[in-house]
């Protein structure tokens, strides 16, 4: 059976690039019977890049809210909060303590920051925390925990699955025992809509860049955002090209192929970047519009929100708990009973 795991980390508000990188196809695919789906908060992930807990915590409700909201159905899927099992942070320990340090000294997130302090001729590992450095052994944890086998992801996290199947693969080795399934990561193909949406300012769409369209805004401020992404300076009539164009590239997401060759030969003619961004603000509204009452309804309704993480933590330890057992007992600890 396919297992696979989804994860969103707690740092910022969902935006249209979660919505259709992640939770829309993820939602659809644990429709299907043959799939067991792990649909998680990733608030430990969170801690790396923010330390302010207002926003963590306000993360973890949205990001929630927006799931249930979208119609994940928690009594077929498994949908939890990363915190909530305690699991998962023992075992990436016990991941820590048979992963190589050079296998992290070459992980992009890492990289890019050392990089990045270079360049500004600081010292390499400025501001680098021991969290930025290893969070592919965390990740590797919230795979393996539940034995998932195949990860979608975005492309560049193909390198952490990688580093999953390694961490795995020596852990086995290690201890001589088949205890863990080596994951694969499943990569959505670019040309069917799902390829990396651009934020605001033309950089990746992310929480932490603070260039995102949120997912559920009012109407007003859904069309302010889709009216503040970055355009050149053609003017109507001139000829605009949909493939570099942010503006493009959210309608592709939303649209169907009919609609994408249609917008295609308007921007070939000279669209204008008003007309553009209010049909797209139309399109992206017709999509999301029968949910916004629903989440806000949710976002009003904690207790609603942690029953249902309660719910989903219980099944999620019902695994985690007799499976770390075993991890533990194949390393010689815990092992009396
Ligand atoms: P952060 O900056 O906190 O890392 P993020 O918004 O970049 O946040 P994550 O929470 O790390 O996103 O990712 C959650 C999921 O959303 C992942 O599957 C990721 O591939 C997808 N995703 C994130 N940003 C985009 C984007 N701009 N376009 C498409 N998919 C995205």
């Known amino acids: 059976k396919i297992r696979t795991l989804t994860g969103i980390t707690t740092s910022g508000t969902p935006h249209l690039g979660n919505y259709v990188g992640a939770i829309r196809p993820a939602i659809e695919a644990s429709k299907d019977e043959n799939v067991r789906s792990y649909y998680f908060l990733a608030d430990y992930h969170a801690l790396i890049k923010c330390w302010d807990p207002e926003r963590v915590h306000q993360s973890t409700r949205e990001i929630a809210a927006t799931w249930l909201a979208l119609g994940l159905d928690t009594d077929k899927t498994i949908f939890y909060r990363?915190?909530?099992?305690?699991?998962?942070?023992?075992?990436?320990?016990?991941?820590?303590?048979?992963?190589?340090?050079?296998?992290?000294?070459?992980?992009?997130?890492?990289?890019?920051?050392?990089?990045?302090?270079?360049?500004?001729?600081?010292?390499?590992?400025?501001?680098?925390?021991?969290?930025?450095?290893?969070?592919?052994?965390?990740?590797?944890?919230?795979?393996?925990?539940?034995n998932a086998n195949k990860v979608p992801v975005g492309r560049d996290q193909i390198q952490h699955i990688e580093m999953a199947r390694d961490i795995a693969g020596r852990f086995n080795h290690i201890y001589n025992k088949k205890l863990f399934t080596l994951p694969e990561a499943v990569v959505a193909d670019a040309n069917d809509g799902s390829a990396v949406l651009q934020g605001l300012d033309g950089r990746k769409m992310s929480k932490s860049y603070d260039n995102t369209i949120p997912l559920f805004?009012?109407?007003?401020?859904?069309?302010?955002?889709?009216?503040?992404?970055?355009?050149?300076?053609?003017?109507?009539?001139?000829?605009?090209?949909?493939?570099?164009?942010?503006?493009?590239?959210?309608?592709?997401?939303?649209?169907?192929?009919?609609?994408?060759?249609?917008?295609?030969?308007?921007?070939?003619?000279?669209?204008?970047?008003?007309?553009?961004?209010?049909?797209l603000f139309e399109l992206v509204n017709t999509e999301i519009a029968p949910a916004r009452e629903r989440y806000n309804e949710i976002m009003n309704d904690p207790a609603y929100l942690e029953a249902e993480l309660q719910k989903g933590a219980e099944k999620a330890r019902a695994e985690a708990a007799p499976f770390l057992d075993k991890i533990r007992k194949a390393a010689g600890i815990k092992c009396f009973k």
């Open 217 to 279: 805004l009012t109407e007003k401020q859904l069309k302010k955002h889709i009216n503040k992404i970055l355009t050149n300076l053609l003017e109507p009539g001139e000829p605009k090209d949909p493939d570099t164009s942010a503006v493009f590239q959210i309608w592709k997401a939303f649209a169907t192929p009919e609609q994408t060759e249609e917008m295609r030969r308007e921007f070939e003619n000279g669209i204008a970047w008003g007309e553009a961004k209010k049909r």
């Open 82 to 146: 990363q915190s909530d099992i305690p699991e998962i942070p023992e075992l990436t320990w016990m991941l820590n303590c048979v992963c190589a340090k050079g296998l992290m000294n070459r992980a992009h997130a890492y990289k890019a920051s050392v990089d990045a302090n270079v360049a500004n001729g600081a010292d390499p590992d400025f501001e680098v925390t021991m969290g930025l450095f290893s969070y592919p052994v965390l990740m590797a944890a919230d795979i393996l925990m539940f």
